[in-house]
T-cell receptor, first 112, second 109 residues
Framework: ETGVTQSPTHLIKTRGQQVTLRCSSQ?????VSWYQQALGQGPQFIFQ???????GRGNFPPRFSGLQFPNYSSELNVNALELDDSALYLC???????????FGSGTQLSVL | QKEVEQDPGPLSVPEGAIVSLNCTYS??????FMWYRQYSRKGPELLMY????GNKEDGRFTAQVDKSSKYISLFIRDSQPSDSATYLC?????????FGTGTSLTVIP
């Protein structure tokens, strides 16, 4: 059974640029959630995707957007990057009907 | 007021000690309660998962939930240096999870 994988592991961008982060869900999981974890903080919910549709969103602006593909993999896109977007971005997959999230190792994004 | 409050520590204990980690919450709609362990620069790993009030034990770990007090705890018995990590409590309402800020634990050999 393969776990959740994320790419890239590290990324450096400048303010105003756009970024795409990728996630492959754990085998058998059809739901993907994205979280932002700032240094010294707990993960903050960005949004969840189920059956290729957004299925819940946290308090993040529209410049944070996502996609889920038929193979359940997912992308997180962030436009017009701001310095405060610097954080660890975590992808988590789960099966419907369970409340157990399984996280990838994350993508560390630095915005300069 | 944050939905979930957790003492960030840091907490430092000698090997073999019993560790107690705690979180409080304000939203009575939370239904599921979890503890995650996070090593430096890694994603959180699910340790314990509970639904109702009471205790749940798994090896050296015991999770305790008191819904009437809106208080959850994680106890680690016979702590090991490999337990050194950040411990995050989490609670869910629907498909949204709310995490504490994490408690940094160091177990000294």
């Amino acid at each position: 059974e393969t776990g959740v994988t994320q790419s890239p592991t590290h990324l450096i961008k400048t303010r105003g640029q756009q970024v795409t982060l990728r996630c492959s869900s754990q085998s058998g999981h059809n739901t993907v959630s994205w979280y932002q974890q700032a240094l010294g903080q707990g993960p903050q919910f960005i949004f969840q995707y189920y059956r290729e549709e957004e299925n819940g969103r946290g308090n993040f602006p529209p410049r944070f957007s996502g996609l889920q593909f038929p193979n359940y993999s997912s992308e997180l896109n962030v436009n017009a990057l701001e310095l405060d977007d610097s954080a660890l971005y975590l992808c988590a997959s789960s099966s419907p009907g369970t409340e157990k999230l399984f996280f990838g190792s994350g993508t560390q994004l630095s915005v300069l | 007021q944050k939905e979930v409050e957790q003492d960030p520590g840091p907490l430092s204990v000698p090997e073999g000690a019993i560790v107690s980690l705690n979180c409080t919450y304000s939203n009575s709609a939370f239904q599921y309660f979890m503890w995650y362990r996070q090593y430096s620069r890694k994603g959180p790993e699910l340790l314990m998962y509970t639904y109702s009030s009471g205790n749940k034990e798994d090896g050296r770990f015991t999770a305790q939930v008191d819904k009437s007090s809106k208080y959850i705890s994680l106890f680690i018995r016979d702590s090991q240096p490999s337990d050194s990590a950040t411990y995050l409590c989490a609670m869910s309402e629907g498909n949204q999870f709310y995490f504490g800020t994490g408690t940094s634990l160091t177990v000294i050999p």
